[in-house]
C-alpha cells in the first residue's frame, strides 16, 4: 500500500471515531425525561429510557403514547400482547430507539415505511407474532446488528436480509422454515451467530454458508436434516455447531472437516453407525456430544488427534469397547459420559485419560472393575450403576484418593473386600443400594470424609459395632430394604449422624446403646415398616420425637396388648407398662436399660403374700416382695424368676434363706427387717453379689459367725449397711447390742484363740510354702514341661496324655499356609517334622481336584490331630487363609481341645491380621520362627509320640476313599 492510501485511510479512521464521539455526547445531552403517557410506562434508568407497552387492546389507542415519544430517546422501546396486526409507518418516525421488542402479539405485516427515519435501532426481537415471511421494510435499518424472529410461522427465507449487511446475530428459532436459498446469506459478511433450531429444514445447501466467514456460532438442532455435505467447510472461525435432534448420518464430514477452530460439536440423537478419526485439521475440538446415535463402532484412533478435548459425551448408544487408544497420549479428558451402551470392559480404556474428573459408565454389562481405574488419580466423580459387576477386590480403588462421589447402586455385588475402598480418603457420597450383599464386611471403615452412605435395599441382616468405625463425618445413612435384625453398636461411632433411614427391616427395636452418646444433630431418624416391640427400650426414640425428630409412621408389633398403635401415640406409662404374667396383687414394668430384650421389675410389695407368686412375666430382673409375710422362699423360685438380679425382701419374717433358693443371678439382695439369727456365710459364698443389707435382724454372734465377719471386712464395700448390724438381746452374751463389725475373735470365739496362738504359726508357714510353690509352678508351668519333654523326661513322668478325641485321626499335622509361602514349608518346615515321626498334611499334596475348597479344607482339618498355622504377611492378605483359620479354631471350640499352633514367621502389623486372629493371638501363645528353643516349643506343642497313631494312608488312597 501506497504511503498516500495509508494517510487516506487513516483520516478516514479518524473522522469515523469522531462522528462517533459527538454522536455519544449529542445522546447524553438529548433531554430524556418521560413524557405523560396513558396506556404505556416510560421510565428512566442509566443506559436511558425504557418503555413498556402492554396488555393494549388496539393500535388506536397506543398512537397518542407514540406520538409523544417521537424526539424522546429510547433505549428500549417493548410491545407486549398489543392486540394488533400490523405496525404502522407513523408510529416509528422521527423515533431514537435502540431496542425493539414486540412480543406475543398477533402482528402479521409493518408497513414498507414504518422503519424510514428511524435512528440508532440496532435489535429487533419478534417472539410469539405472525409473521409468515420476513418482513420488507426492515431493509432501512442499515445498523441494524440483532435480528430475532422466534416462534412465528416463516416458512422460506430469500433473498429479503440482503441489505443487512450490518447484522451479527440472526435468529430464526422455533419457525416452521422449510426451504433456505442458498443465496440468502450471501451479503451478511459480519454475521457471527446464526441460529435456525427447531424448524423443518431437512436439506442445507451446499454454499450456504460460504460467505459467512466471521461466523462462529451455528445452531441447526432439532431439525430433520440428512446429510451436512460440505456446508461447513471454509468457515475458519467457526467455534460451535449444534447439530443434535436431526437425522444426520455422515457426521465423518465434520470430523475430516477443516474447520480449525471448531471448539463445540453437539450431534447427540441422529443417525450414525460409528466414529472414524477426527482430524487433522479440526482438532481443537473440547465439547463433543453424541449420545444416542446408534453407534455400534468407535475406531481405535477416534479421539486420537484431538489434544484439547474436554468433555465427551457417548451414551445410549451400542457401543461394547473403547480402545485405549482412541484418546491422545496426552489426552486433557475431564468429562466422559458412556452410560447405557454394551460395554463389557474397561480394562486400558482409560489408561491415556489422567487428567480425567468425571467418569459415567453407568447402565452397561461391566462384570469386573479391578484395575480399571489405577491411572485416574484425580478422578472426582465416577459413576458404576447398573451394571453386573459381583465383587468388588481389595484395593480396587487404592489410587483415588480425590474421589469424592461413588455409585455402584444396582449392580450384582455379592461380596466387598474388607479393603475395598481401602484409600478413598476424600470419598463424600458412597451408594452400593440394590445388590445382593449379606454384610459390609468392614469395608466402609475408616473413610475420613465419607458423609452420606446408602446401602438400602441389600440382604444384609446384621451391622455390627466396627462397620463405620473412624468415619467421624459420616452424617446421612440410608439402610432402608435390608434384612437387619440387629445394629448393636452400629451407629455408636458416628458423632455426626444426621438423618438415618432403616425402615422396611425386620428390627425389633433400637437400642440407645446402638447410637452415638450425643443425638443433638440428629433431625431423621425413620424406622417404620419394621416389627417394632413397644416397649421401654424404646422410651429414648419417644424423647427424640418429642425433641421434633421426623420419624415416619412406624407402628407397634408387640408387645400383644398394644399391637396396631401408632408408635406416636404412645406415652413413657404405655412403654413401661407390662401387665403379661403379672401375678395378682404385683404391679410389673419395664424399665429402660442396656440389655437386648425386656427388662422387667416385679412391685409386689405389701401385697400380703405369704408365699412366694406363682409365676413372673420373662425377663423379670427386679422383684420386691418388701412389707409382706414371707417366712421362707419357696423350692421352685429359681425354676420361676431364673434371671433375676435384684431381690428384695426387707420387712418380712424370714427365719432362714437357703443358697439353693435364691438364683444364681441375683447381684443386689436386701434382707432387712427380717428374723434371720445366723449370717448367711454360705449364701453369699454361693452368689456373686454386688450389694448386700443385713440390718434389723436378730444376729445370734456366735463363733460361727466369726467367718462371715471376716469376709463382710474383705468385703465391706459390699455390705452396704455393715455399721448396722446389731447383735441380738436373744444372744444372752457379753455382745449382745454390740455393733457386729467391731467384734473380733477374741469376742466371738474366747476359746478358740489359744489354739490358734498354738497351732497358726506353723500352718501359715506350710501355707505360705505351698503357695509359693504353686505359683511357680503355675507361671512356669509351660516352660518347666517343653523342658522335661525336650529331654525326654516327660513321657516318663506322665505328665502329658493325648486326648482320646484324637484316636482316629489320620493326620497328626495340616500345615495351612499360603501358596506363595509353599517353597520355604516345604523346605524349612516340612521334613525337619516329619523326621521326627509326624505325619504332615496338605492340601496341595494329600488332596485330589475336582473338589470345592472349602470341604477340602473342612476334611483336612477334621482328619488332624493339630493345625499348624504360619502367619505371614502372604496368609494375612489371603481370604481362604483367613478362612482356614476360622474353620480350624471353630473346630477347637467345638472340640474343647487347643488344636491351633500360631507359627509368626514375618513381622505382621496388626491392622493388617484378622480381628478373629488378633483376638485369639492376644489370649494364648504363640511362636516366632528363630526364637530361642524354636523347635523343642513346637515339638511339644504337638501330639505326643506315645499317642496311639494309624498307618499314614497314601495321599492317593485317602483322597479316594474320604472325597
Not at 405472525?130 to 412465528?152: E, G, M, Y
Not at 467367718?707 to 455399721?723: G, H, I, K, L, P
Amino acid at each position: 500500500m501506497s504511503c498516500s492510501g495509508t494517510h487516506t485511510l487513516c483520516i478516514v479512521l479518524a473522522l469515523v471515531s469522531l462522528s462517533y464521539i459527538c454522536e455519544s455526547k449529542n445522546w447524553r445531552r438529548v433531554n430524556t425525561t418521560c413524557p405523560r403517557l396513558e396506556q404505556c410506562d416510560c421510565r428512566i434508568l442509566q443506559a436511558g429510557a425504557t418503555v413498556l407497552c402492554q396488555r393494549v387492546k388496539s393500535g388506536v389507542d397506543l398512537s397518542g403514547d407514540l406520538a409523544r415519544l417521537q424526539g424522546t430517546m429510547i433505549r428500549r422501546l417493548t410491545f407486549s400482547n398489543v392486540q394488533v396486526d400490523t405496525l404502522p409507518s407513523s408510529w416509528f418516525r422521527n423515533m431514537t430507539v435502540v431496542v425493539l421488542m414486540v412480543n406475543y402479539s398477533p402482528v402479521r405485516l409493518i408497513e414498507d415505511q414504518a422503519f424510514f427515519g428511524v435512528k440508532r435501532l440496532k435489535i429487533i426481537e419478534f417472539v410469539k407474532t405472525r409473521f409468515a415471511t420476513v418482513p420488507r421494510a426492515l431493509s432501512a435499518l442499515q445498523q441494524l446488528r440483532d435480528l430475532r424472529i422466534q416462534k412465528n410461522v416463516v416458512t422460506t427465507v430469500g433473498n429479503e436480509l440482503h441489505s443487512l449487511r450490518t447484522l451479527v446475530t440472526l435468529s430464526f428459532s422455533e419457525n416452521q422454515i422449510n426451504f433456505i436459498q442458498e443465496s440468502a446469506f450471501a451479503t451478511l459478511k459480519n454475521l457471527r451467530k446464526l441460529r435456525l433450531q427447531r424448524n423443518r429444514l431437512e436439506y442445507l445447501p451446499p454454499l450456504l454458508f460460504k460467505d459467512l466467514t466471521k461466523l462462529e456460532v451455528v445452531d441447526l438442532h432439532d431439525n430433520r436434516i440428512k446429510t451436512v455435505h460440505d456446508a461447513f467447510q471454509g468457515l475458519p472461525f467457526l467455534k460451535e455447531i449444534h447439530l443434535h435432534g436431526n437425522a444426520i448420518t455422515d457426521i465423518d464430514k465434520l470430523a475430516k472437516g477443516d474447520l480449525k477452530s471448531l471448539k463445540i460439536l453437539t450431534a447427540e440423537n441422529n443417525f450414525m453407525n460409528s466414529i472414524l478419526d477426527f482430524g487433522p485439521i479440526n482438532i481443537k475440538i473440547e465439547t463433543l456430544r453424541l449420545q444416542n446415535c446408534g453407534i455400534s463402532y468407535i475406531h481405535p484412533f477416534a479421539f486420537r488427534a484431538l489434544e484439547k478435548l474436554t468433555y465427551l459425551d457417548v451414551a445410549n448408544n451400542k457401543i461394547s469397547h473403547i480402545n485405549g487408544s482412541a484418546f491422545h497420549r496426552a489426552s486433557g479428558l475431564l468429562y466422559f459420559s458412556g452410560g447405557i451402551n454394551n460395554i463389557i470392559s474397561l480394562a486400558g480404556t482409560f489408561s491415556r485419560t489422567r487428567k480425567l474428573l468425571s467418569l459415567n459408565v453407568s447402565y452397561n454389562v461391566i462384570d469386573d472393575v479391578t484395575d480399571a481405574f489405577t491411572q485416574l488419580v484425580v478422578l472426582r466423580k465416577l459413576m458404576l450403576r447398573k451394571n453386573r459387576i459381583k465383587y468388588i477386590r481389595d484395593g480396587t480403588f487404592q489410587n483415588n484418593g480425590n474421589l469424592k462421589y461413588l455409585d455402584l447402586a444396582e449392580n450384582r455385588i455379592e461380596w466387598l473386600g474388607k479393603k475395598a475402598f481401602s484409600g478413598l480418603v476424600n470419598l463424600d457420597l458412597l451408594s452400593v443400594s440394590d445388590n445382593f450383599l449379606l454384610h459390609l464386611n468392614g469395608s466402609v471403615s475408616h473413610m475420613p470424609q465419607l458423609r452420606i452412605l446408602n446401602f438400602s435395599h441389600n440382604a444384609i441382616r446384621t451391622l455390627y459395632g466396627n462397620d463405620f468405625y473412624n468415619d467421624p463425618e459420616l452424617a446421612f445413612i440410608y439402610a432402608f430394604g435390608n434384612n437387619l435384625s440387629t445394629i448393636e453398636g452400629a451407629f455408636k461411632t458416628s458423632p455426626k449422624l444426621r438423618s438415618l433411614h432403616i425402615q422396611k427391616n425386620n428390627l425389633k427395636t433400637l437400642p440407645r446403646t446402638s447410637f452415638p452418646a450425643s443425638l443433638q444433630g440428629l433431625r431423621i431418624l425413620v424406622f417404620e415398616g419394621n416389627p417394632i416391640t413397644c416397649d421401654c427400650r424404646l422410651s429414648w426414640l419417644l424423647r427424640m420425637a418429642q425433641h421434633g425428630v421426623q420419624q415416619g409412621t412406624p407402628v407397634c408389633e408387640g408387645p400383644p396388648w398394644l399391637r396396631g398403635r401408632l408408635f406416636h401415640n404412645m406415652t413413657k406409662e404405655d412403654l413401661t407398662r407390662w401387665p403379661t404374667d403379672c401375678f395378682e396383687g404385683c404391679a410389673c414394668y419395664c424399665y429402660e436399660d442396656d440389655s437386648p430384650e425386656p427388662t422387667i421389675y416385679a412391685n409386689c410389695s405389701n401385697a400380703h403374700l405369704m408365699r412366694i407368686p406363682k409365676y413372673f412375666p420373662k425377663g423379670t430382673r427386679m422383684v420386691d416382695f418388701s412389707g409382706n409375710q414371707l417366712e421362707r422362699l419357696d423350692d421352685t423360685f429359681v425354676k420361676k424368676a431364673p434371671s433375676i438380679e435384684s431381690l428384695i425382701l426387707r420387712n418380712n419374717t424370714l427365719s432362714i434363706v437357703e443358697p439353693a433358693v435364691v438364683p444364681d443371678s441375683v447381684r443386689h439382695l436386701n434382707l432387712r427387717n427380717n428374723k434371720l439369727t445366723r449370717l448367711p456365710l454360705d449364701l453369699v459364698e454361693k452368689l456373686n453379689l454386688t450389694s448386700i443389707l443385713l440390718a434389723g435382724n436378730p444376729w445370734q454372734c456366735k463363733c460361727e459367725d466369726y467367718a462371715f465377719r471376716q469376709w463382710a471386712e474383705a468385703n465391706r464395700y459390699m455390705v452396704q449397711d455393715a455399721d448396722e448390724i446389731m447383735c441380738s438381746l436373744q444372744s444372752h452374751t457379753p455382745e449382745a447390742m454390740k455393733p457386729f463389725m467391731e467384734l473380733g475373735q477374741k469376742e466371738l470365739c474366747p476359746s478358740a484363740t489359744s489354739a490358734w496362738l498354738l497351732y497358726g504359726v506353723h500352718v501359715l508357714v506350710f501355707v505360705a510354702c505351698v503357695l509359693t510353690a504353686s505359683t511357680a509352678y503355675l507361671k512356669y508351668k509351660r516352660e518347666i514341661k517343653v523342658w522335661l519333654y525336650a529331654r525326654g523326661l516327660c513321657s516318663r513322668l506322665q505328665c502329658i496324655k493325648e486326648d482320646d478325641l484324637d484316636e482316629d485321626k489320620l493326620f497328626d499335622v495340616f500345615l495351612s499356609f499360603s501358596s506363595k509361602d509353599s517353597n520355604w514349608a516345604y523346605n524349612e518346615l516340612i521334613p525337619k517334622i516329619e523326621t521326627h515321626g509326624f505325619s504332615v498334611c496338605t492340601y496341595d499334596r494329600n488332596f485330589k481336584g475336582g473338589y470345592l475348597v472349602q470341604d477340602i479344607i473342612h476334611e483336612a482339618v477334621a482328619c488332624s490331630r493339630r493345625i499348624l498355622l504360619l502367619l505371614t504377611e502372604n496368609f494375612v492378605e489371603s481370604e481362604w487363609c483367613r478362612w482356614e483359620f476360622r474353620v480350624a479354631h471353630h473346630r477347637a471350640l467345638e472340640d474343647n481341645t487347643n488344636r491351633l499352633i500360631v507359627v509368626l514367621v514375618d513381622e505382621v502389623t496388626s491392622d493388617a491380621v484378622d480381628e478373629e486372629l488378633r483376638r485369639y493371638m492376644q489370649v494364648t501363645n504363640f511362636l516366632r520362627w528363630g526364637e530361642s528353643h524354636f523347635w523343642d516349643k513346637l515339638l511339644y506343642s504337638l501330639p505326643k509320640k506315645d499317642s496311639q497313631r494309624r498307618l499314614i494312608p497314601s495321599s492317593q488312597e485317602y483322597a479316594s476313599s474320604h472325597l
